[in-house]
């Protein structure tokens, strides 16, 4: 069964800290991954979209990277803000159009 | 700038009531998709519709149909609202897939549902 796992579920930091969240998938035959960002009480936001060539990709703050050979992402976010404060969820897509979602890990940042 | 609009943020049903939730999207996509959203399963894909009158079932269709008559109008049916239904309910919308596109969806605000 194809599966989107993230880790962890939850993080706490401190604003300004670095955080690194993780995404690990069986998802196959592969498309593309996405990192989403999820505010409380909204819908999802893109934030980066990554193809089999593509091993890093930075959007602001955030900068993902993909390991299609062990079928690894992780999503990394630099000098954290309070805005930062939300669900992040990665998507797994193949080919044929079929996405596959992780269950996200809510991050909070604390002053 | 890219828009899909829910028409409610929060609605709270009885069971065995028939419940339409609505969405539009301004940016003439093909696509839409409406996902159910609960804690500890991630998003699951209810129906999806890749054009006018056209839909296709997803992971969860039980007890769901929807209704695509217009390119910018998707909706949800729920024929007699279950308490197991109630999620946040979130439509989406995309460009049709291509060979090289990566079909970033757009997502509305969501619906919560409950239903008592």
């Known amino acids: 069964k194809n599966q989107v796992e993230q880790s962890p579920q939850s993080l706490i930091i401190l604003e300004g800290k670095n955080c690194t969240l993780q995404?690990?998938?069986?998802?196959?035959?592969?498309?593309?991954l996405r990192w989403y960002k999820q505010d409380t009480g909204r819908g999802p936001v893109s934030l980066t979209i990554m193809t089999f060539s593509e091993n890093t990709k930075s959007n602001g703050r955030y900068t993902a990277t993909l390991d299609a050979d062990t079928k690894q992402s992780s999503l990394h976010i630099t000098a954290s803000q309070l805005s930062d404060s939300a669900s992040y969820i990665c998507v797994v897509r193949t080919p044929a159009g079929k996405s596959t979602f992780g269950d996200g890990t809510t991050l909070t940042v604390k002053p | 700038d890219v828009k899909v609009t829910q028409s409610s943020r929060y609605l709270v049903k009885r069971t065995g009531e028939k419940v339409f939730l609505e969405c539009v999207q301004d940016m003439d996509h093909e696509n839409m998709f409406w996902y159910r959203q609960d804690p500890g399963l991630g998003l699951r894909l209810i129906y999806f519709?890749?054009?006018?009158?056209?839909?296709e079932k997803g992971d969860i269709p039980e007890g769901y149909s929807v209704s695509r008559e217009k390119k910018e109008r998707f909706s949800l049916i729920l024929e007699s609202a279950s308490t197991n239904q109630t999620s946040m309910y979130l439509c989406?919308?995309?460009?049709?897939?291509?060979?090289?596109?990566?079909?970033?969806?757009?997502f509305g605000a969501g619906t919560r549902l409950s239903v008592l």
């Open positions: 989406a919308s995309s460009l049709p897939p291509t060979r090289t596109a990566k079909n970033i969806q757009y």
């Open positions: 995404c690990n998938y069986t998802v196959s035959p592969f498309s593309n």
């Open positions: 519709s890749y054009d006018v009158k056209m839909k």
